[in-house]
């Protein structure tokens, strides 16, 4: 009995091993070599974001779902990068995914997120950055609406919604 609960605690405890010790995304460089324009310390963003943003744009954290501030926003408006203010989606490519996450089919430009390949948690998923401060953001599914058939589950943690002027 007791080799049996610590085979099923193993999976369990690595789980958590890699989420504690998995490296943040660095300002300056990502895990794949690539760089970023805009470069800061930890301490200072740490000194701009609020702990859950430094923990989901520099960590590659995650919200719960439906806990986020944007998940039912229904306004007109941008969604900006929190860490760096950059323009990343647009509230007309915004859908309800049922996810209880910002859902979007594409990017305001192909240029304003870079993606990635994620092998953590024992699956490979496609990650989505900022591609200014290469902040998490989120991932990239294949399961959206037409016409582009994607679907950009973002955190509202590394938003900022900007409410567009009637």
Request: proline share 5%; charged share 25%; with cysteine.
């Given at each position: 009995m007791?080799?049996r609960r610590?085979f ?8 958590a091993a890699?989420?504690?010790s ?8 990502a ?9 800061k ?6 000194a701009?974001l609020s702990?859950l943003?430094?923990k989901?744009?520099?960590e590659?954290g995650t919200?719960r779902?439906f806990?986020?501030e944007?998940?039912?926003?229904h306004?007109?408006g941008?969604y ?9 989606f647009?509230?007309?490519?915004k859908?309800?995914?049922?996810t209880?996450w910002?859902s979007?089919s594409?990017p305001?430009a192909?240029?304003?997120v870079?993606e990635e390949v994620?092998n953590?948690l024992?699956m490979?998923?496609?990650e989505?950055?900022c591609s200014?401060c ?13 016409p582009t058939g ?8 590394s938003?900022?919604f900007?409410?567009k002027?009637?």
């Amino acid at each position: 009995m007791t080799r049996r609960r610590a085979f099923l605690a193993l999976p369990a405890l690595a789980l958590a091993a890699c989420q504690r010790s998995a490296p943040h995304l660095a300002a300056a460089q990502a895990g794949n070599g690539r760089r970023y324009p805009l470069v800061k310390s930890d301490d200072e963003w740490k000194a701009e974001l609020s702990p859950l943003q430094f923990k989901v744009l520099r960590e590659k954290g995650t919200e719960r779902a439906f806990s986020g501030e944007y998940w039912n926003n229904h306004e007109q408006g941008t969604y900006l990068c929190a860490g760096c203010q950059q323009e990343l989606f647009r509230s007309e490519t915004k859908f309800d995914s049922g996810t209880g996450w910002p859902s979007f089919s594409a990017p305001v430009a192909k240029d304003a997120v870079v993606e990635e390949v994620d092998n953590s948690l024992f699956m490979r998923r496609v990650e989505v950055v900022c591609s200014r401060c290469g902040g998490h953001l989120g991932h990239l599914f294949p399961d959206g609406p037409a016409p582009t058939g994607m679907r950009y589950c973002m955190n509202s943690a590394s938003l900022k919604f900007v409410k567009k002027d009637k």
